[in-house]
T-cell receptor, first 112, second 115 residues
């Protein structure tokens, strides 16, 4: 049984650009949540997808958007990147929205 | 407001000693869950232990135990017999059964185990 895989592991983008981060859920998991972890902070909830539908959203602007695919993998898209978007982005998957989440190792995004 | 507070930015412990990491929480919901996660430098969040708000006994998982004091709204993590591999960031988190099931994390405690 594979865990949660995120790609890329690191990337550097320029302010104003767009970025797509990818997450492959643990086998059998149908729910994916994304978190943003700024340096020195705890992770902050961005949004959750359950069976391809958004199932809740945190306090993030609309330029943060996501998708979940039929195989339950997921993407996080961020448009018009800002310097404050620099963070570790964590994906977590579970079977059902009620918990038992497995986290990936994250994508470290640097915006310059 | 739902909030997790971890007041210890950093802690040191001697190898083989026990250490307590503090966590207090704030919620008006009677049904909630409390978690502790370990985050090594690799970045992934590793689940350590869970305590439900209605659980009568404190949770234990191997060397980890959760000292749950509901009236004080505290959920401290106790690590016994510390090992060098325990050096990492530790996060306390809370979830609720109502609304979207999401984690609310504290700011974390960096633990350094000394040889």
């Amino acid at each position: 049984e594979t865990g949660v895989t995120q790609s890329p592991t690191h990337l550097i983008k320029t302010r104003g650009q767009q970025v797509t981060l990818r997450c492959s859920s643990q086998s059998g998991h149908n729910t994916v949540s994304w978190y943003q972890q700024a340096l020195g902070q705890g992770p902050q909830f961005i949004f959750q997808y359950y069976r391809e539908e958004e199932n809740g959203r945190g306090n993030f602007p609309p330029r943060f958007s996501g998708l979940q695919f039929p195989n339950y993998s997921s993407e996080l898209n961020v448009n018009a990147l800002e310097l404050d978007d620099s963070a570790l982005y964590l994906c977590a998957s579970s079977l059902g929205a009620g918990g038992g989440y497995t986290f990936g190792s994250g994508t470290r995004l640097t915006v310059v | 407001a739902q909030k997790i507070t971890q007041t210890q930015p950093g802690m040191f412990v001697q190898e083989k000693e026990a250490v307590t990491l503090d966590c207090t929480y704030d919620t008006s919901d009677p049904s909630y869950g409390l978690f502790w996660y370990k985050q090594p430098s690799s970045g992934e969040m590793i689940f350590l232990i869970y305590q439900g708000s209605y659980d009568q006994q404190n949770a234990t998982e191997g060397r980890y135990s959760l000292n749950f004091q509901k009236a004080r709204k505290s959920a401290n993590l106790v690590i016994s017999a510390s090992q060098l591999g325990d050096s990492a960031m530790y996060f306390c988190a809370m979830t609720h059964t109502s609304g979207t099931y999401k984690y609310i994390f504290g700011t974390g405690t960096r633990l350094k185990v000394l040889a």
